[in-house]
Nanobody, 123 residues
Framework: QLQLVESGGGLVQPGGSLRLSCAAA?????????IGWFRQAPGKEREEVSC????????HYADSVQGRFTTSRDNAKNTVYLQMNSLKPEDTAVYYC???????????????WGPGTQVTVSS
């Protein structure tokens, strides 16, 4: 089963930036999978942030992050990225990446999940 690990979370002030990475264990190749980013804040349901197709040609963003977040991938490095700019306190959550064949918006459709990385936006 595909194994994913997120990294790059941390504490940042409002208006700041972070870049998250989602990497696969070396024996797995991400090039065959679309990758979704999700987040879950305390007491809230897990919600989609974005999803990028396996080729990187098709990317979907949630309305709440459109224009602030950018998803990209480097299949040669077996890594998918989430660049987060103009961060707001309401972006505070645990961020997860997950794999799927073709992007959907429901977390129930995704197969393999990373353990998550905490992002805290606070002054």
């Amino acid at each position: 089963q595909l194994q994913l690990v997120e990294s790059g979370g941390g504490l940042v002030q409002p208006g700041g930036s972070l870049r998250l990475s989602c990497a696969a264990a070396s024996e797995f190749s991400l090039r065959y999978y679309a990758i979704g980013w999700f987040r879950q804040a305390p007491g809230k349901e897990r919600e989609e942030v974005s999803c990028i197709s396996n080729s990187g040609e098709n990317i979907h963003y949630a309305d709440s992050v459109q224009g602030r977040f950018t998803t990209s991938r480097d299949n040669a490095k077996n890594t998918v990225y989430l660049q987060m700019n103009s961060l707001k306190p309401e972006d505070t959550a645990v961020y997860y990446c997950a794999s799927i064949v073709i992007c959907t918006t429901s977390p129930l459709d995704f197969d393999s999940w990373g353990p998550g990385t905490q992002v805290t936006v606070s002054s």
